[in-house]
């Protein structure tokens, strides 16, 4: 039987993308970063996770506007790093794992979550950059990849209660998915950013702390919060945050925290990572 | 169709809703044309022939041609769409978030090493707080 053994949430701010394929890695303003995420590299040796669900929102890279899916699911054998203005990362393709991906969506959907099953798609820094900061740099990724792809760009995105009722569905299929797997499931984006106007440049790190606090100490807290108070607190972009609440469903009640990490700043984002064990394991 | 009140409550900030979608729609459009290496290379040689293209109105393609960012926030744009403008142009997320915020790059980065912009004031119009 698969199962989903833990959780970990990171930013994937592009810049750091960037510094990793630029070399800078040991730069006086990037090594903080990616020494945050020593622990996350040598915990996953261990873990040796088969999948990765791992939820990311697309910046106008796979989605314009002519189609904006709320939840959409990867469902491909593969899926290339999209070209976002710069030519492609030079990463590996990220291979999927097409079984369970569409295991998941015909779970999820007969469980009344509507997604939209994606058969081609390339995929940008949200879902790279986690990657990247976690494998390092490598030939091949060694885990396959879901990509659980959710909009936070168009206004609105789904409410923080809603993404963790899909994470708790998501758990729901991995669970009735016959093949033995280690599934870990990811969120991404965040925190504290905004990236647009007048405000650009703002970053919380009492609110931040807080929901990481929260995650596992008051995760009802976190699905009740409105979008307006992610939007006035966290910055404009800060509202990615709703997607870790994916992840943090998908775990349920009482994970507990193994490690985390903050950092301020990584260009115009402030950089939040944790990685959680579901209570049942 | 009514717009909820709070979302233009945040001082200098807009919020991609669904006025601001319909309202951009071209402008994000021809920003996403600029994803392909040759489409860059039409805007680039005669940037306003590439902007004609586009049934945008004149307001948005001078804003383009004025790199006015929070101009093309007003009127539509979506900031990972016009992201394909700066980097067109070569440049980074911090030059433009700099730029819309009227600080130098210089005072931009230090103040984000400095911890960043405080939220402090900055939560909602109506409250001043
Ligand atoms: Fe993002």
Redesign the pocket.
């Known amino acids: 039987m698969a199962r989903i053994t833990a959780g970990l949430a990171t930013s994937?701010v592009p810049a750091i993308g960037a510094a990793l394929d630029l070399g800078k890695t040991q730069d006086d303003y990037w090594k903080p970063v990616f020494a945050g995420y020593d622990w996350a590299k040598a915990w996953v040796k261990d873990e040796k996770p088969d999948v990765v669900i791992l939820v990311y929102?697309d910046?106008a890279s796979a989605f314009s506007l002519e189609l904006i899916p709320t939840f959409a699911i990867g469902c491909a054998e593969s899926f290339s790093p999209a070209d976002e203005g710069f030519g492609p990362r030079p990463v590996p393709v990220v291979e999927g794992h097409p079984d369970l991906a569409w295991h998941i969506a015909q779970s999820t959907i007969l469980d009344e979550f509507d997604m939209t099953i994606v058969n081609k798609m390339d995929v940008d820094h949200?879902l790279t950059v986690p990657l990247s900061l976690v494998f390092g740099q490598v030939d091949k990724w060694p885990v396959k990849v879901i990509p659980i792809a959710v909009n936070v760009v168009q206004y609105p995105p789904p409410t923080g209660n809603r993404c963790w009722k899909l994470g708790e569905a998501i758990a729901r299929a991995v669970e009735s998915f016959p093949e033995d797997l280690n599934v870990q499931i990811w969120g991404t984006?965040g925190m504290s950013h905004q990236l647009q106007g007048p405000r650009a440049g703002l970053i919380n790190r009492e609110f931040d702390t807080a929901f990481l606090d929260k995650l596992t100490a008051d995760p009802e807290a976190l699905r009740a919060m409105k979008h307006i108070e992610y939007l006035r607190e966290s910055g404009s972009?800060g509202i990615?945050l709703v997607m870790w609440l994916i992840m943090a469903g998908a775990l349920g009640r009482g994970a507990q925290e193994l490690h985390r990490f903050y950092h301020v700043p990584a260009s115009n984002t402030a950089v939040g990572h944790i990685v959680l064990r579901p209570s049942q394991t | 169709m009514s717009e909820p009140e709070d979302l233009l409550d945040i001082p200098g900030t807009t919020v991609f809703t669904a006025a601001q979608s319909r309202r951009g729609f071209h402008l994000n459009q021809f920003c996403m044309s600029l994803m392909k290496a040759e489409s860059r290379e039409a805007f680039k040689a005669d940037e306003r022939a590439y902007l004609d293209r586009w049934p945008m109105t004149d307001e948005q393609k001078q804003a383009v041609l004025d790199r006015d960012y929070n101009r093309m926030l007003g009127l539509g744009g979506n900031i990972y769409f016009l992201a394909k403008i700066f980097a067109t142009d070569g440049k980074s997320f911090q030059y433009a978030a700099s730029l819309m915020t009227g600080m130098s790059q210089e005072d931009y980065v230090a103040m984000m090493i400095a911890g960043g912009r405080s939220p402090d004031g900055l939560r909602s119009i109506r409250e001043g707080n």
Do not use: A, L
């Open positions: 994937h929102n910046h949200g984006g972009e990615e």
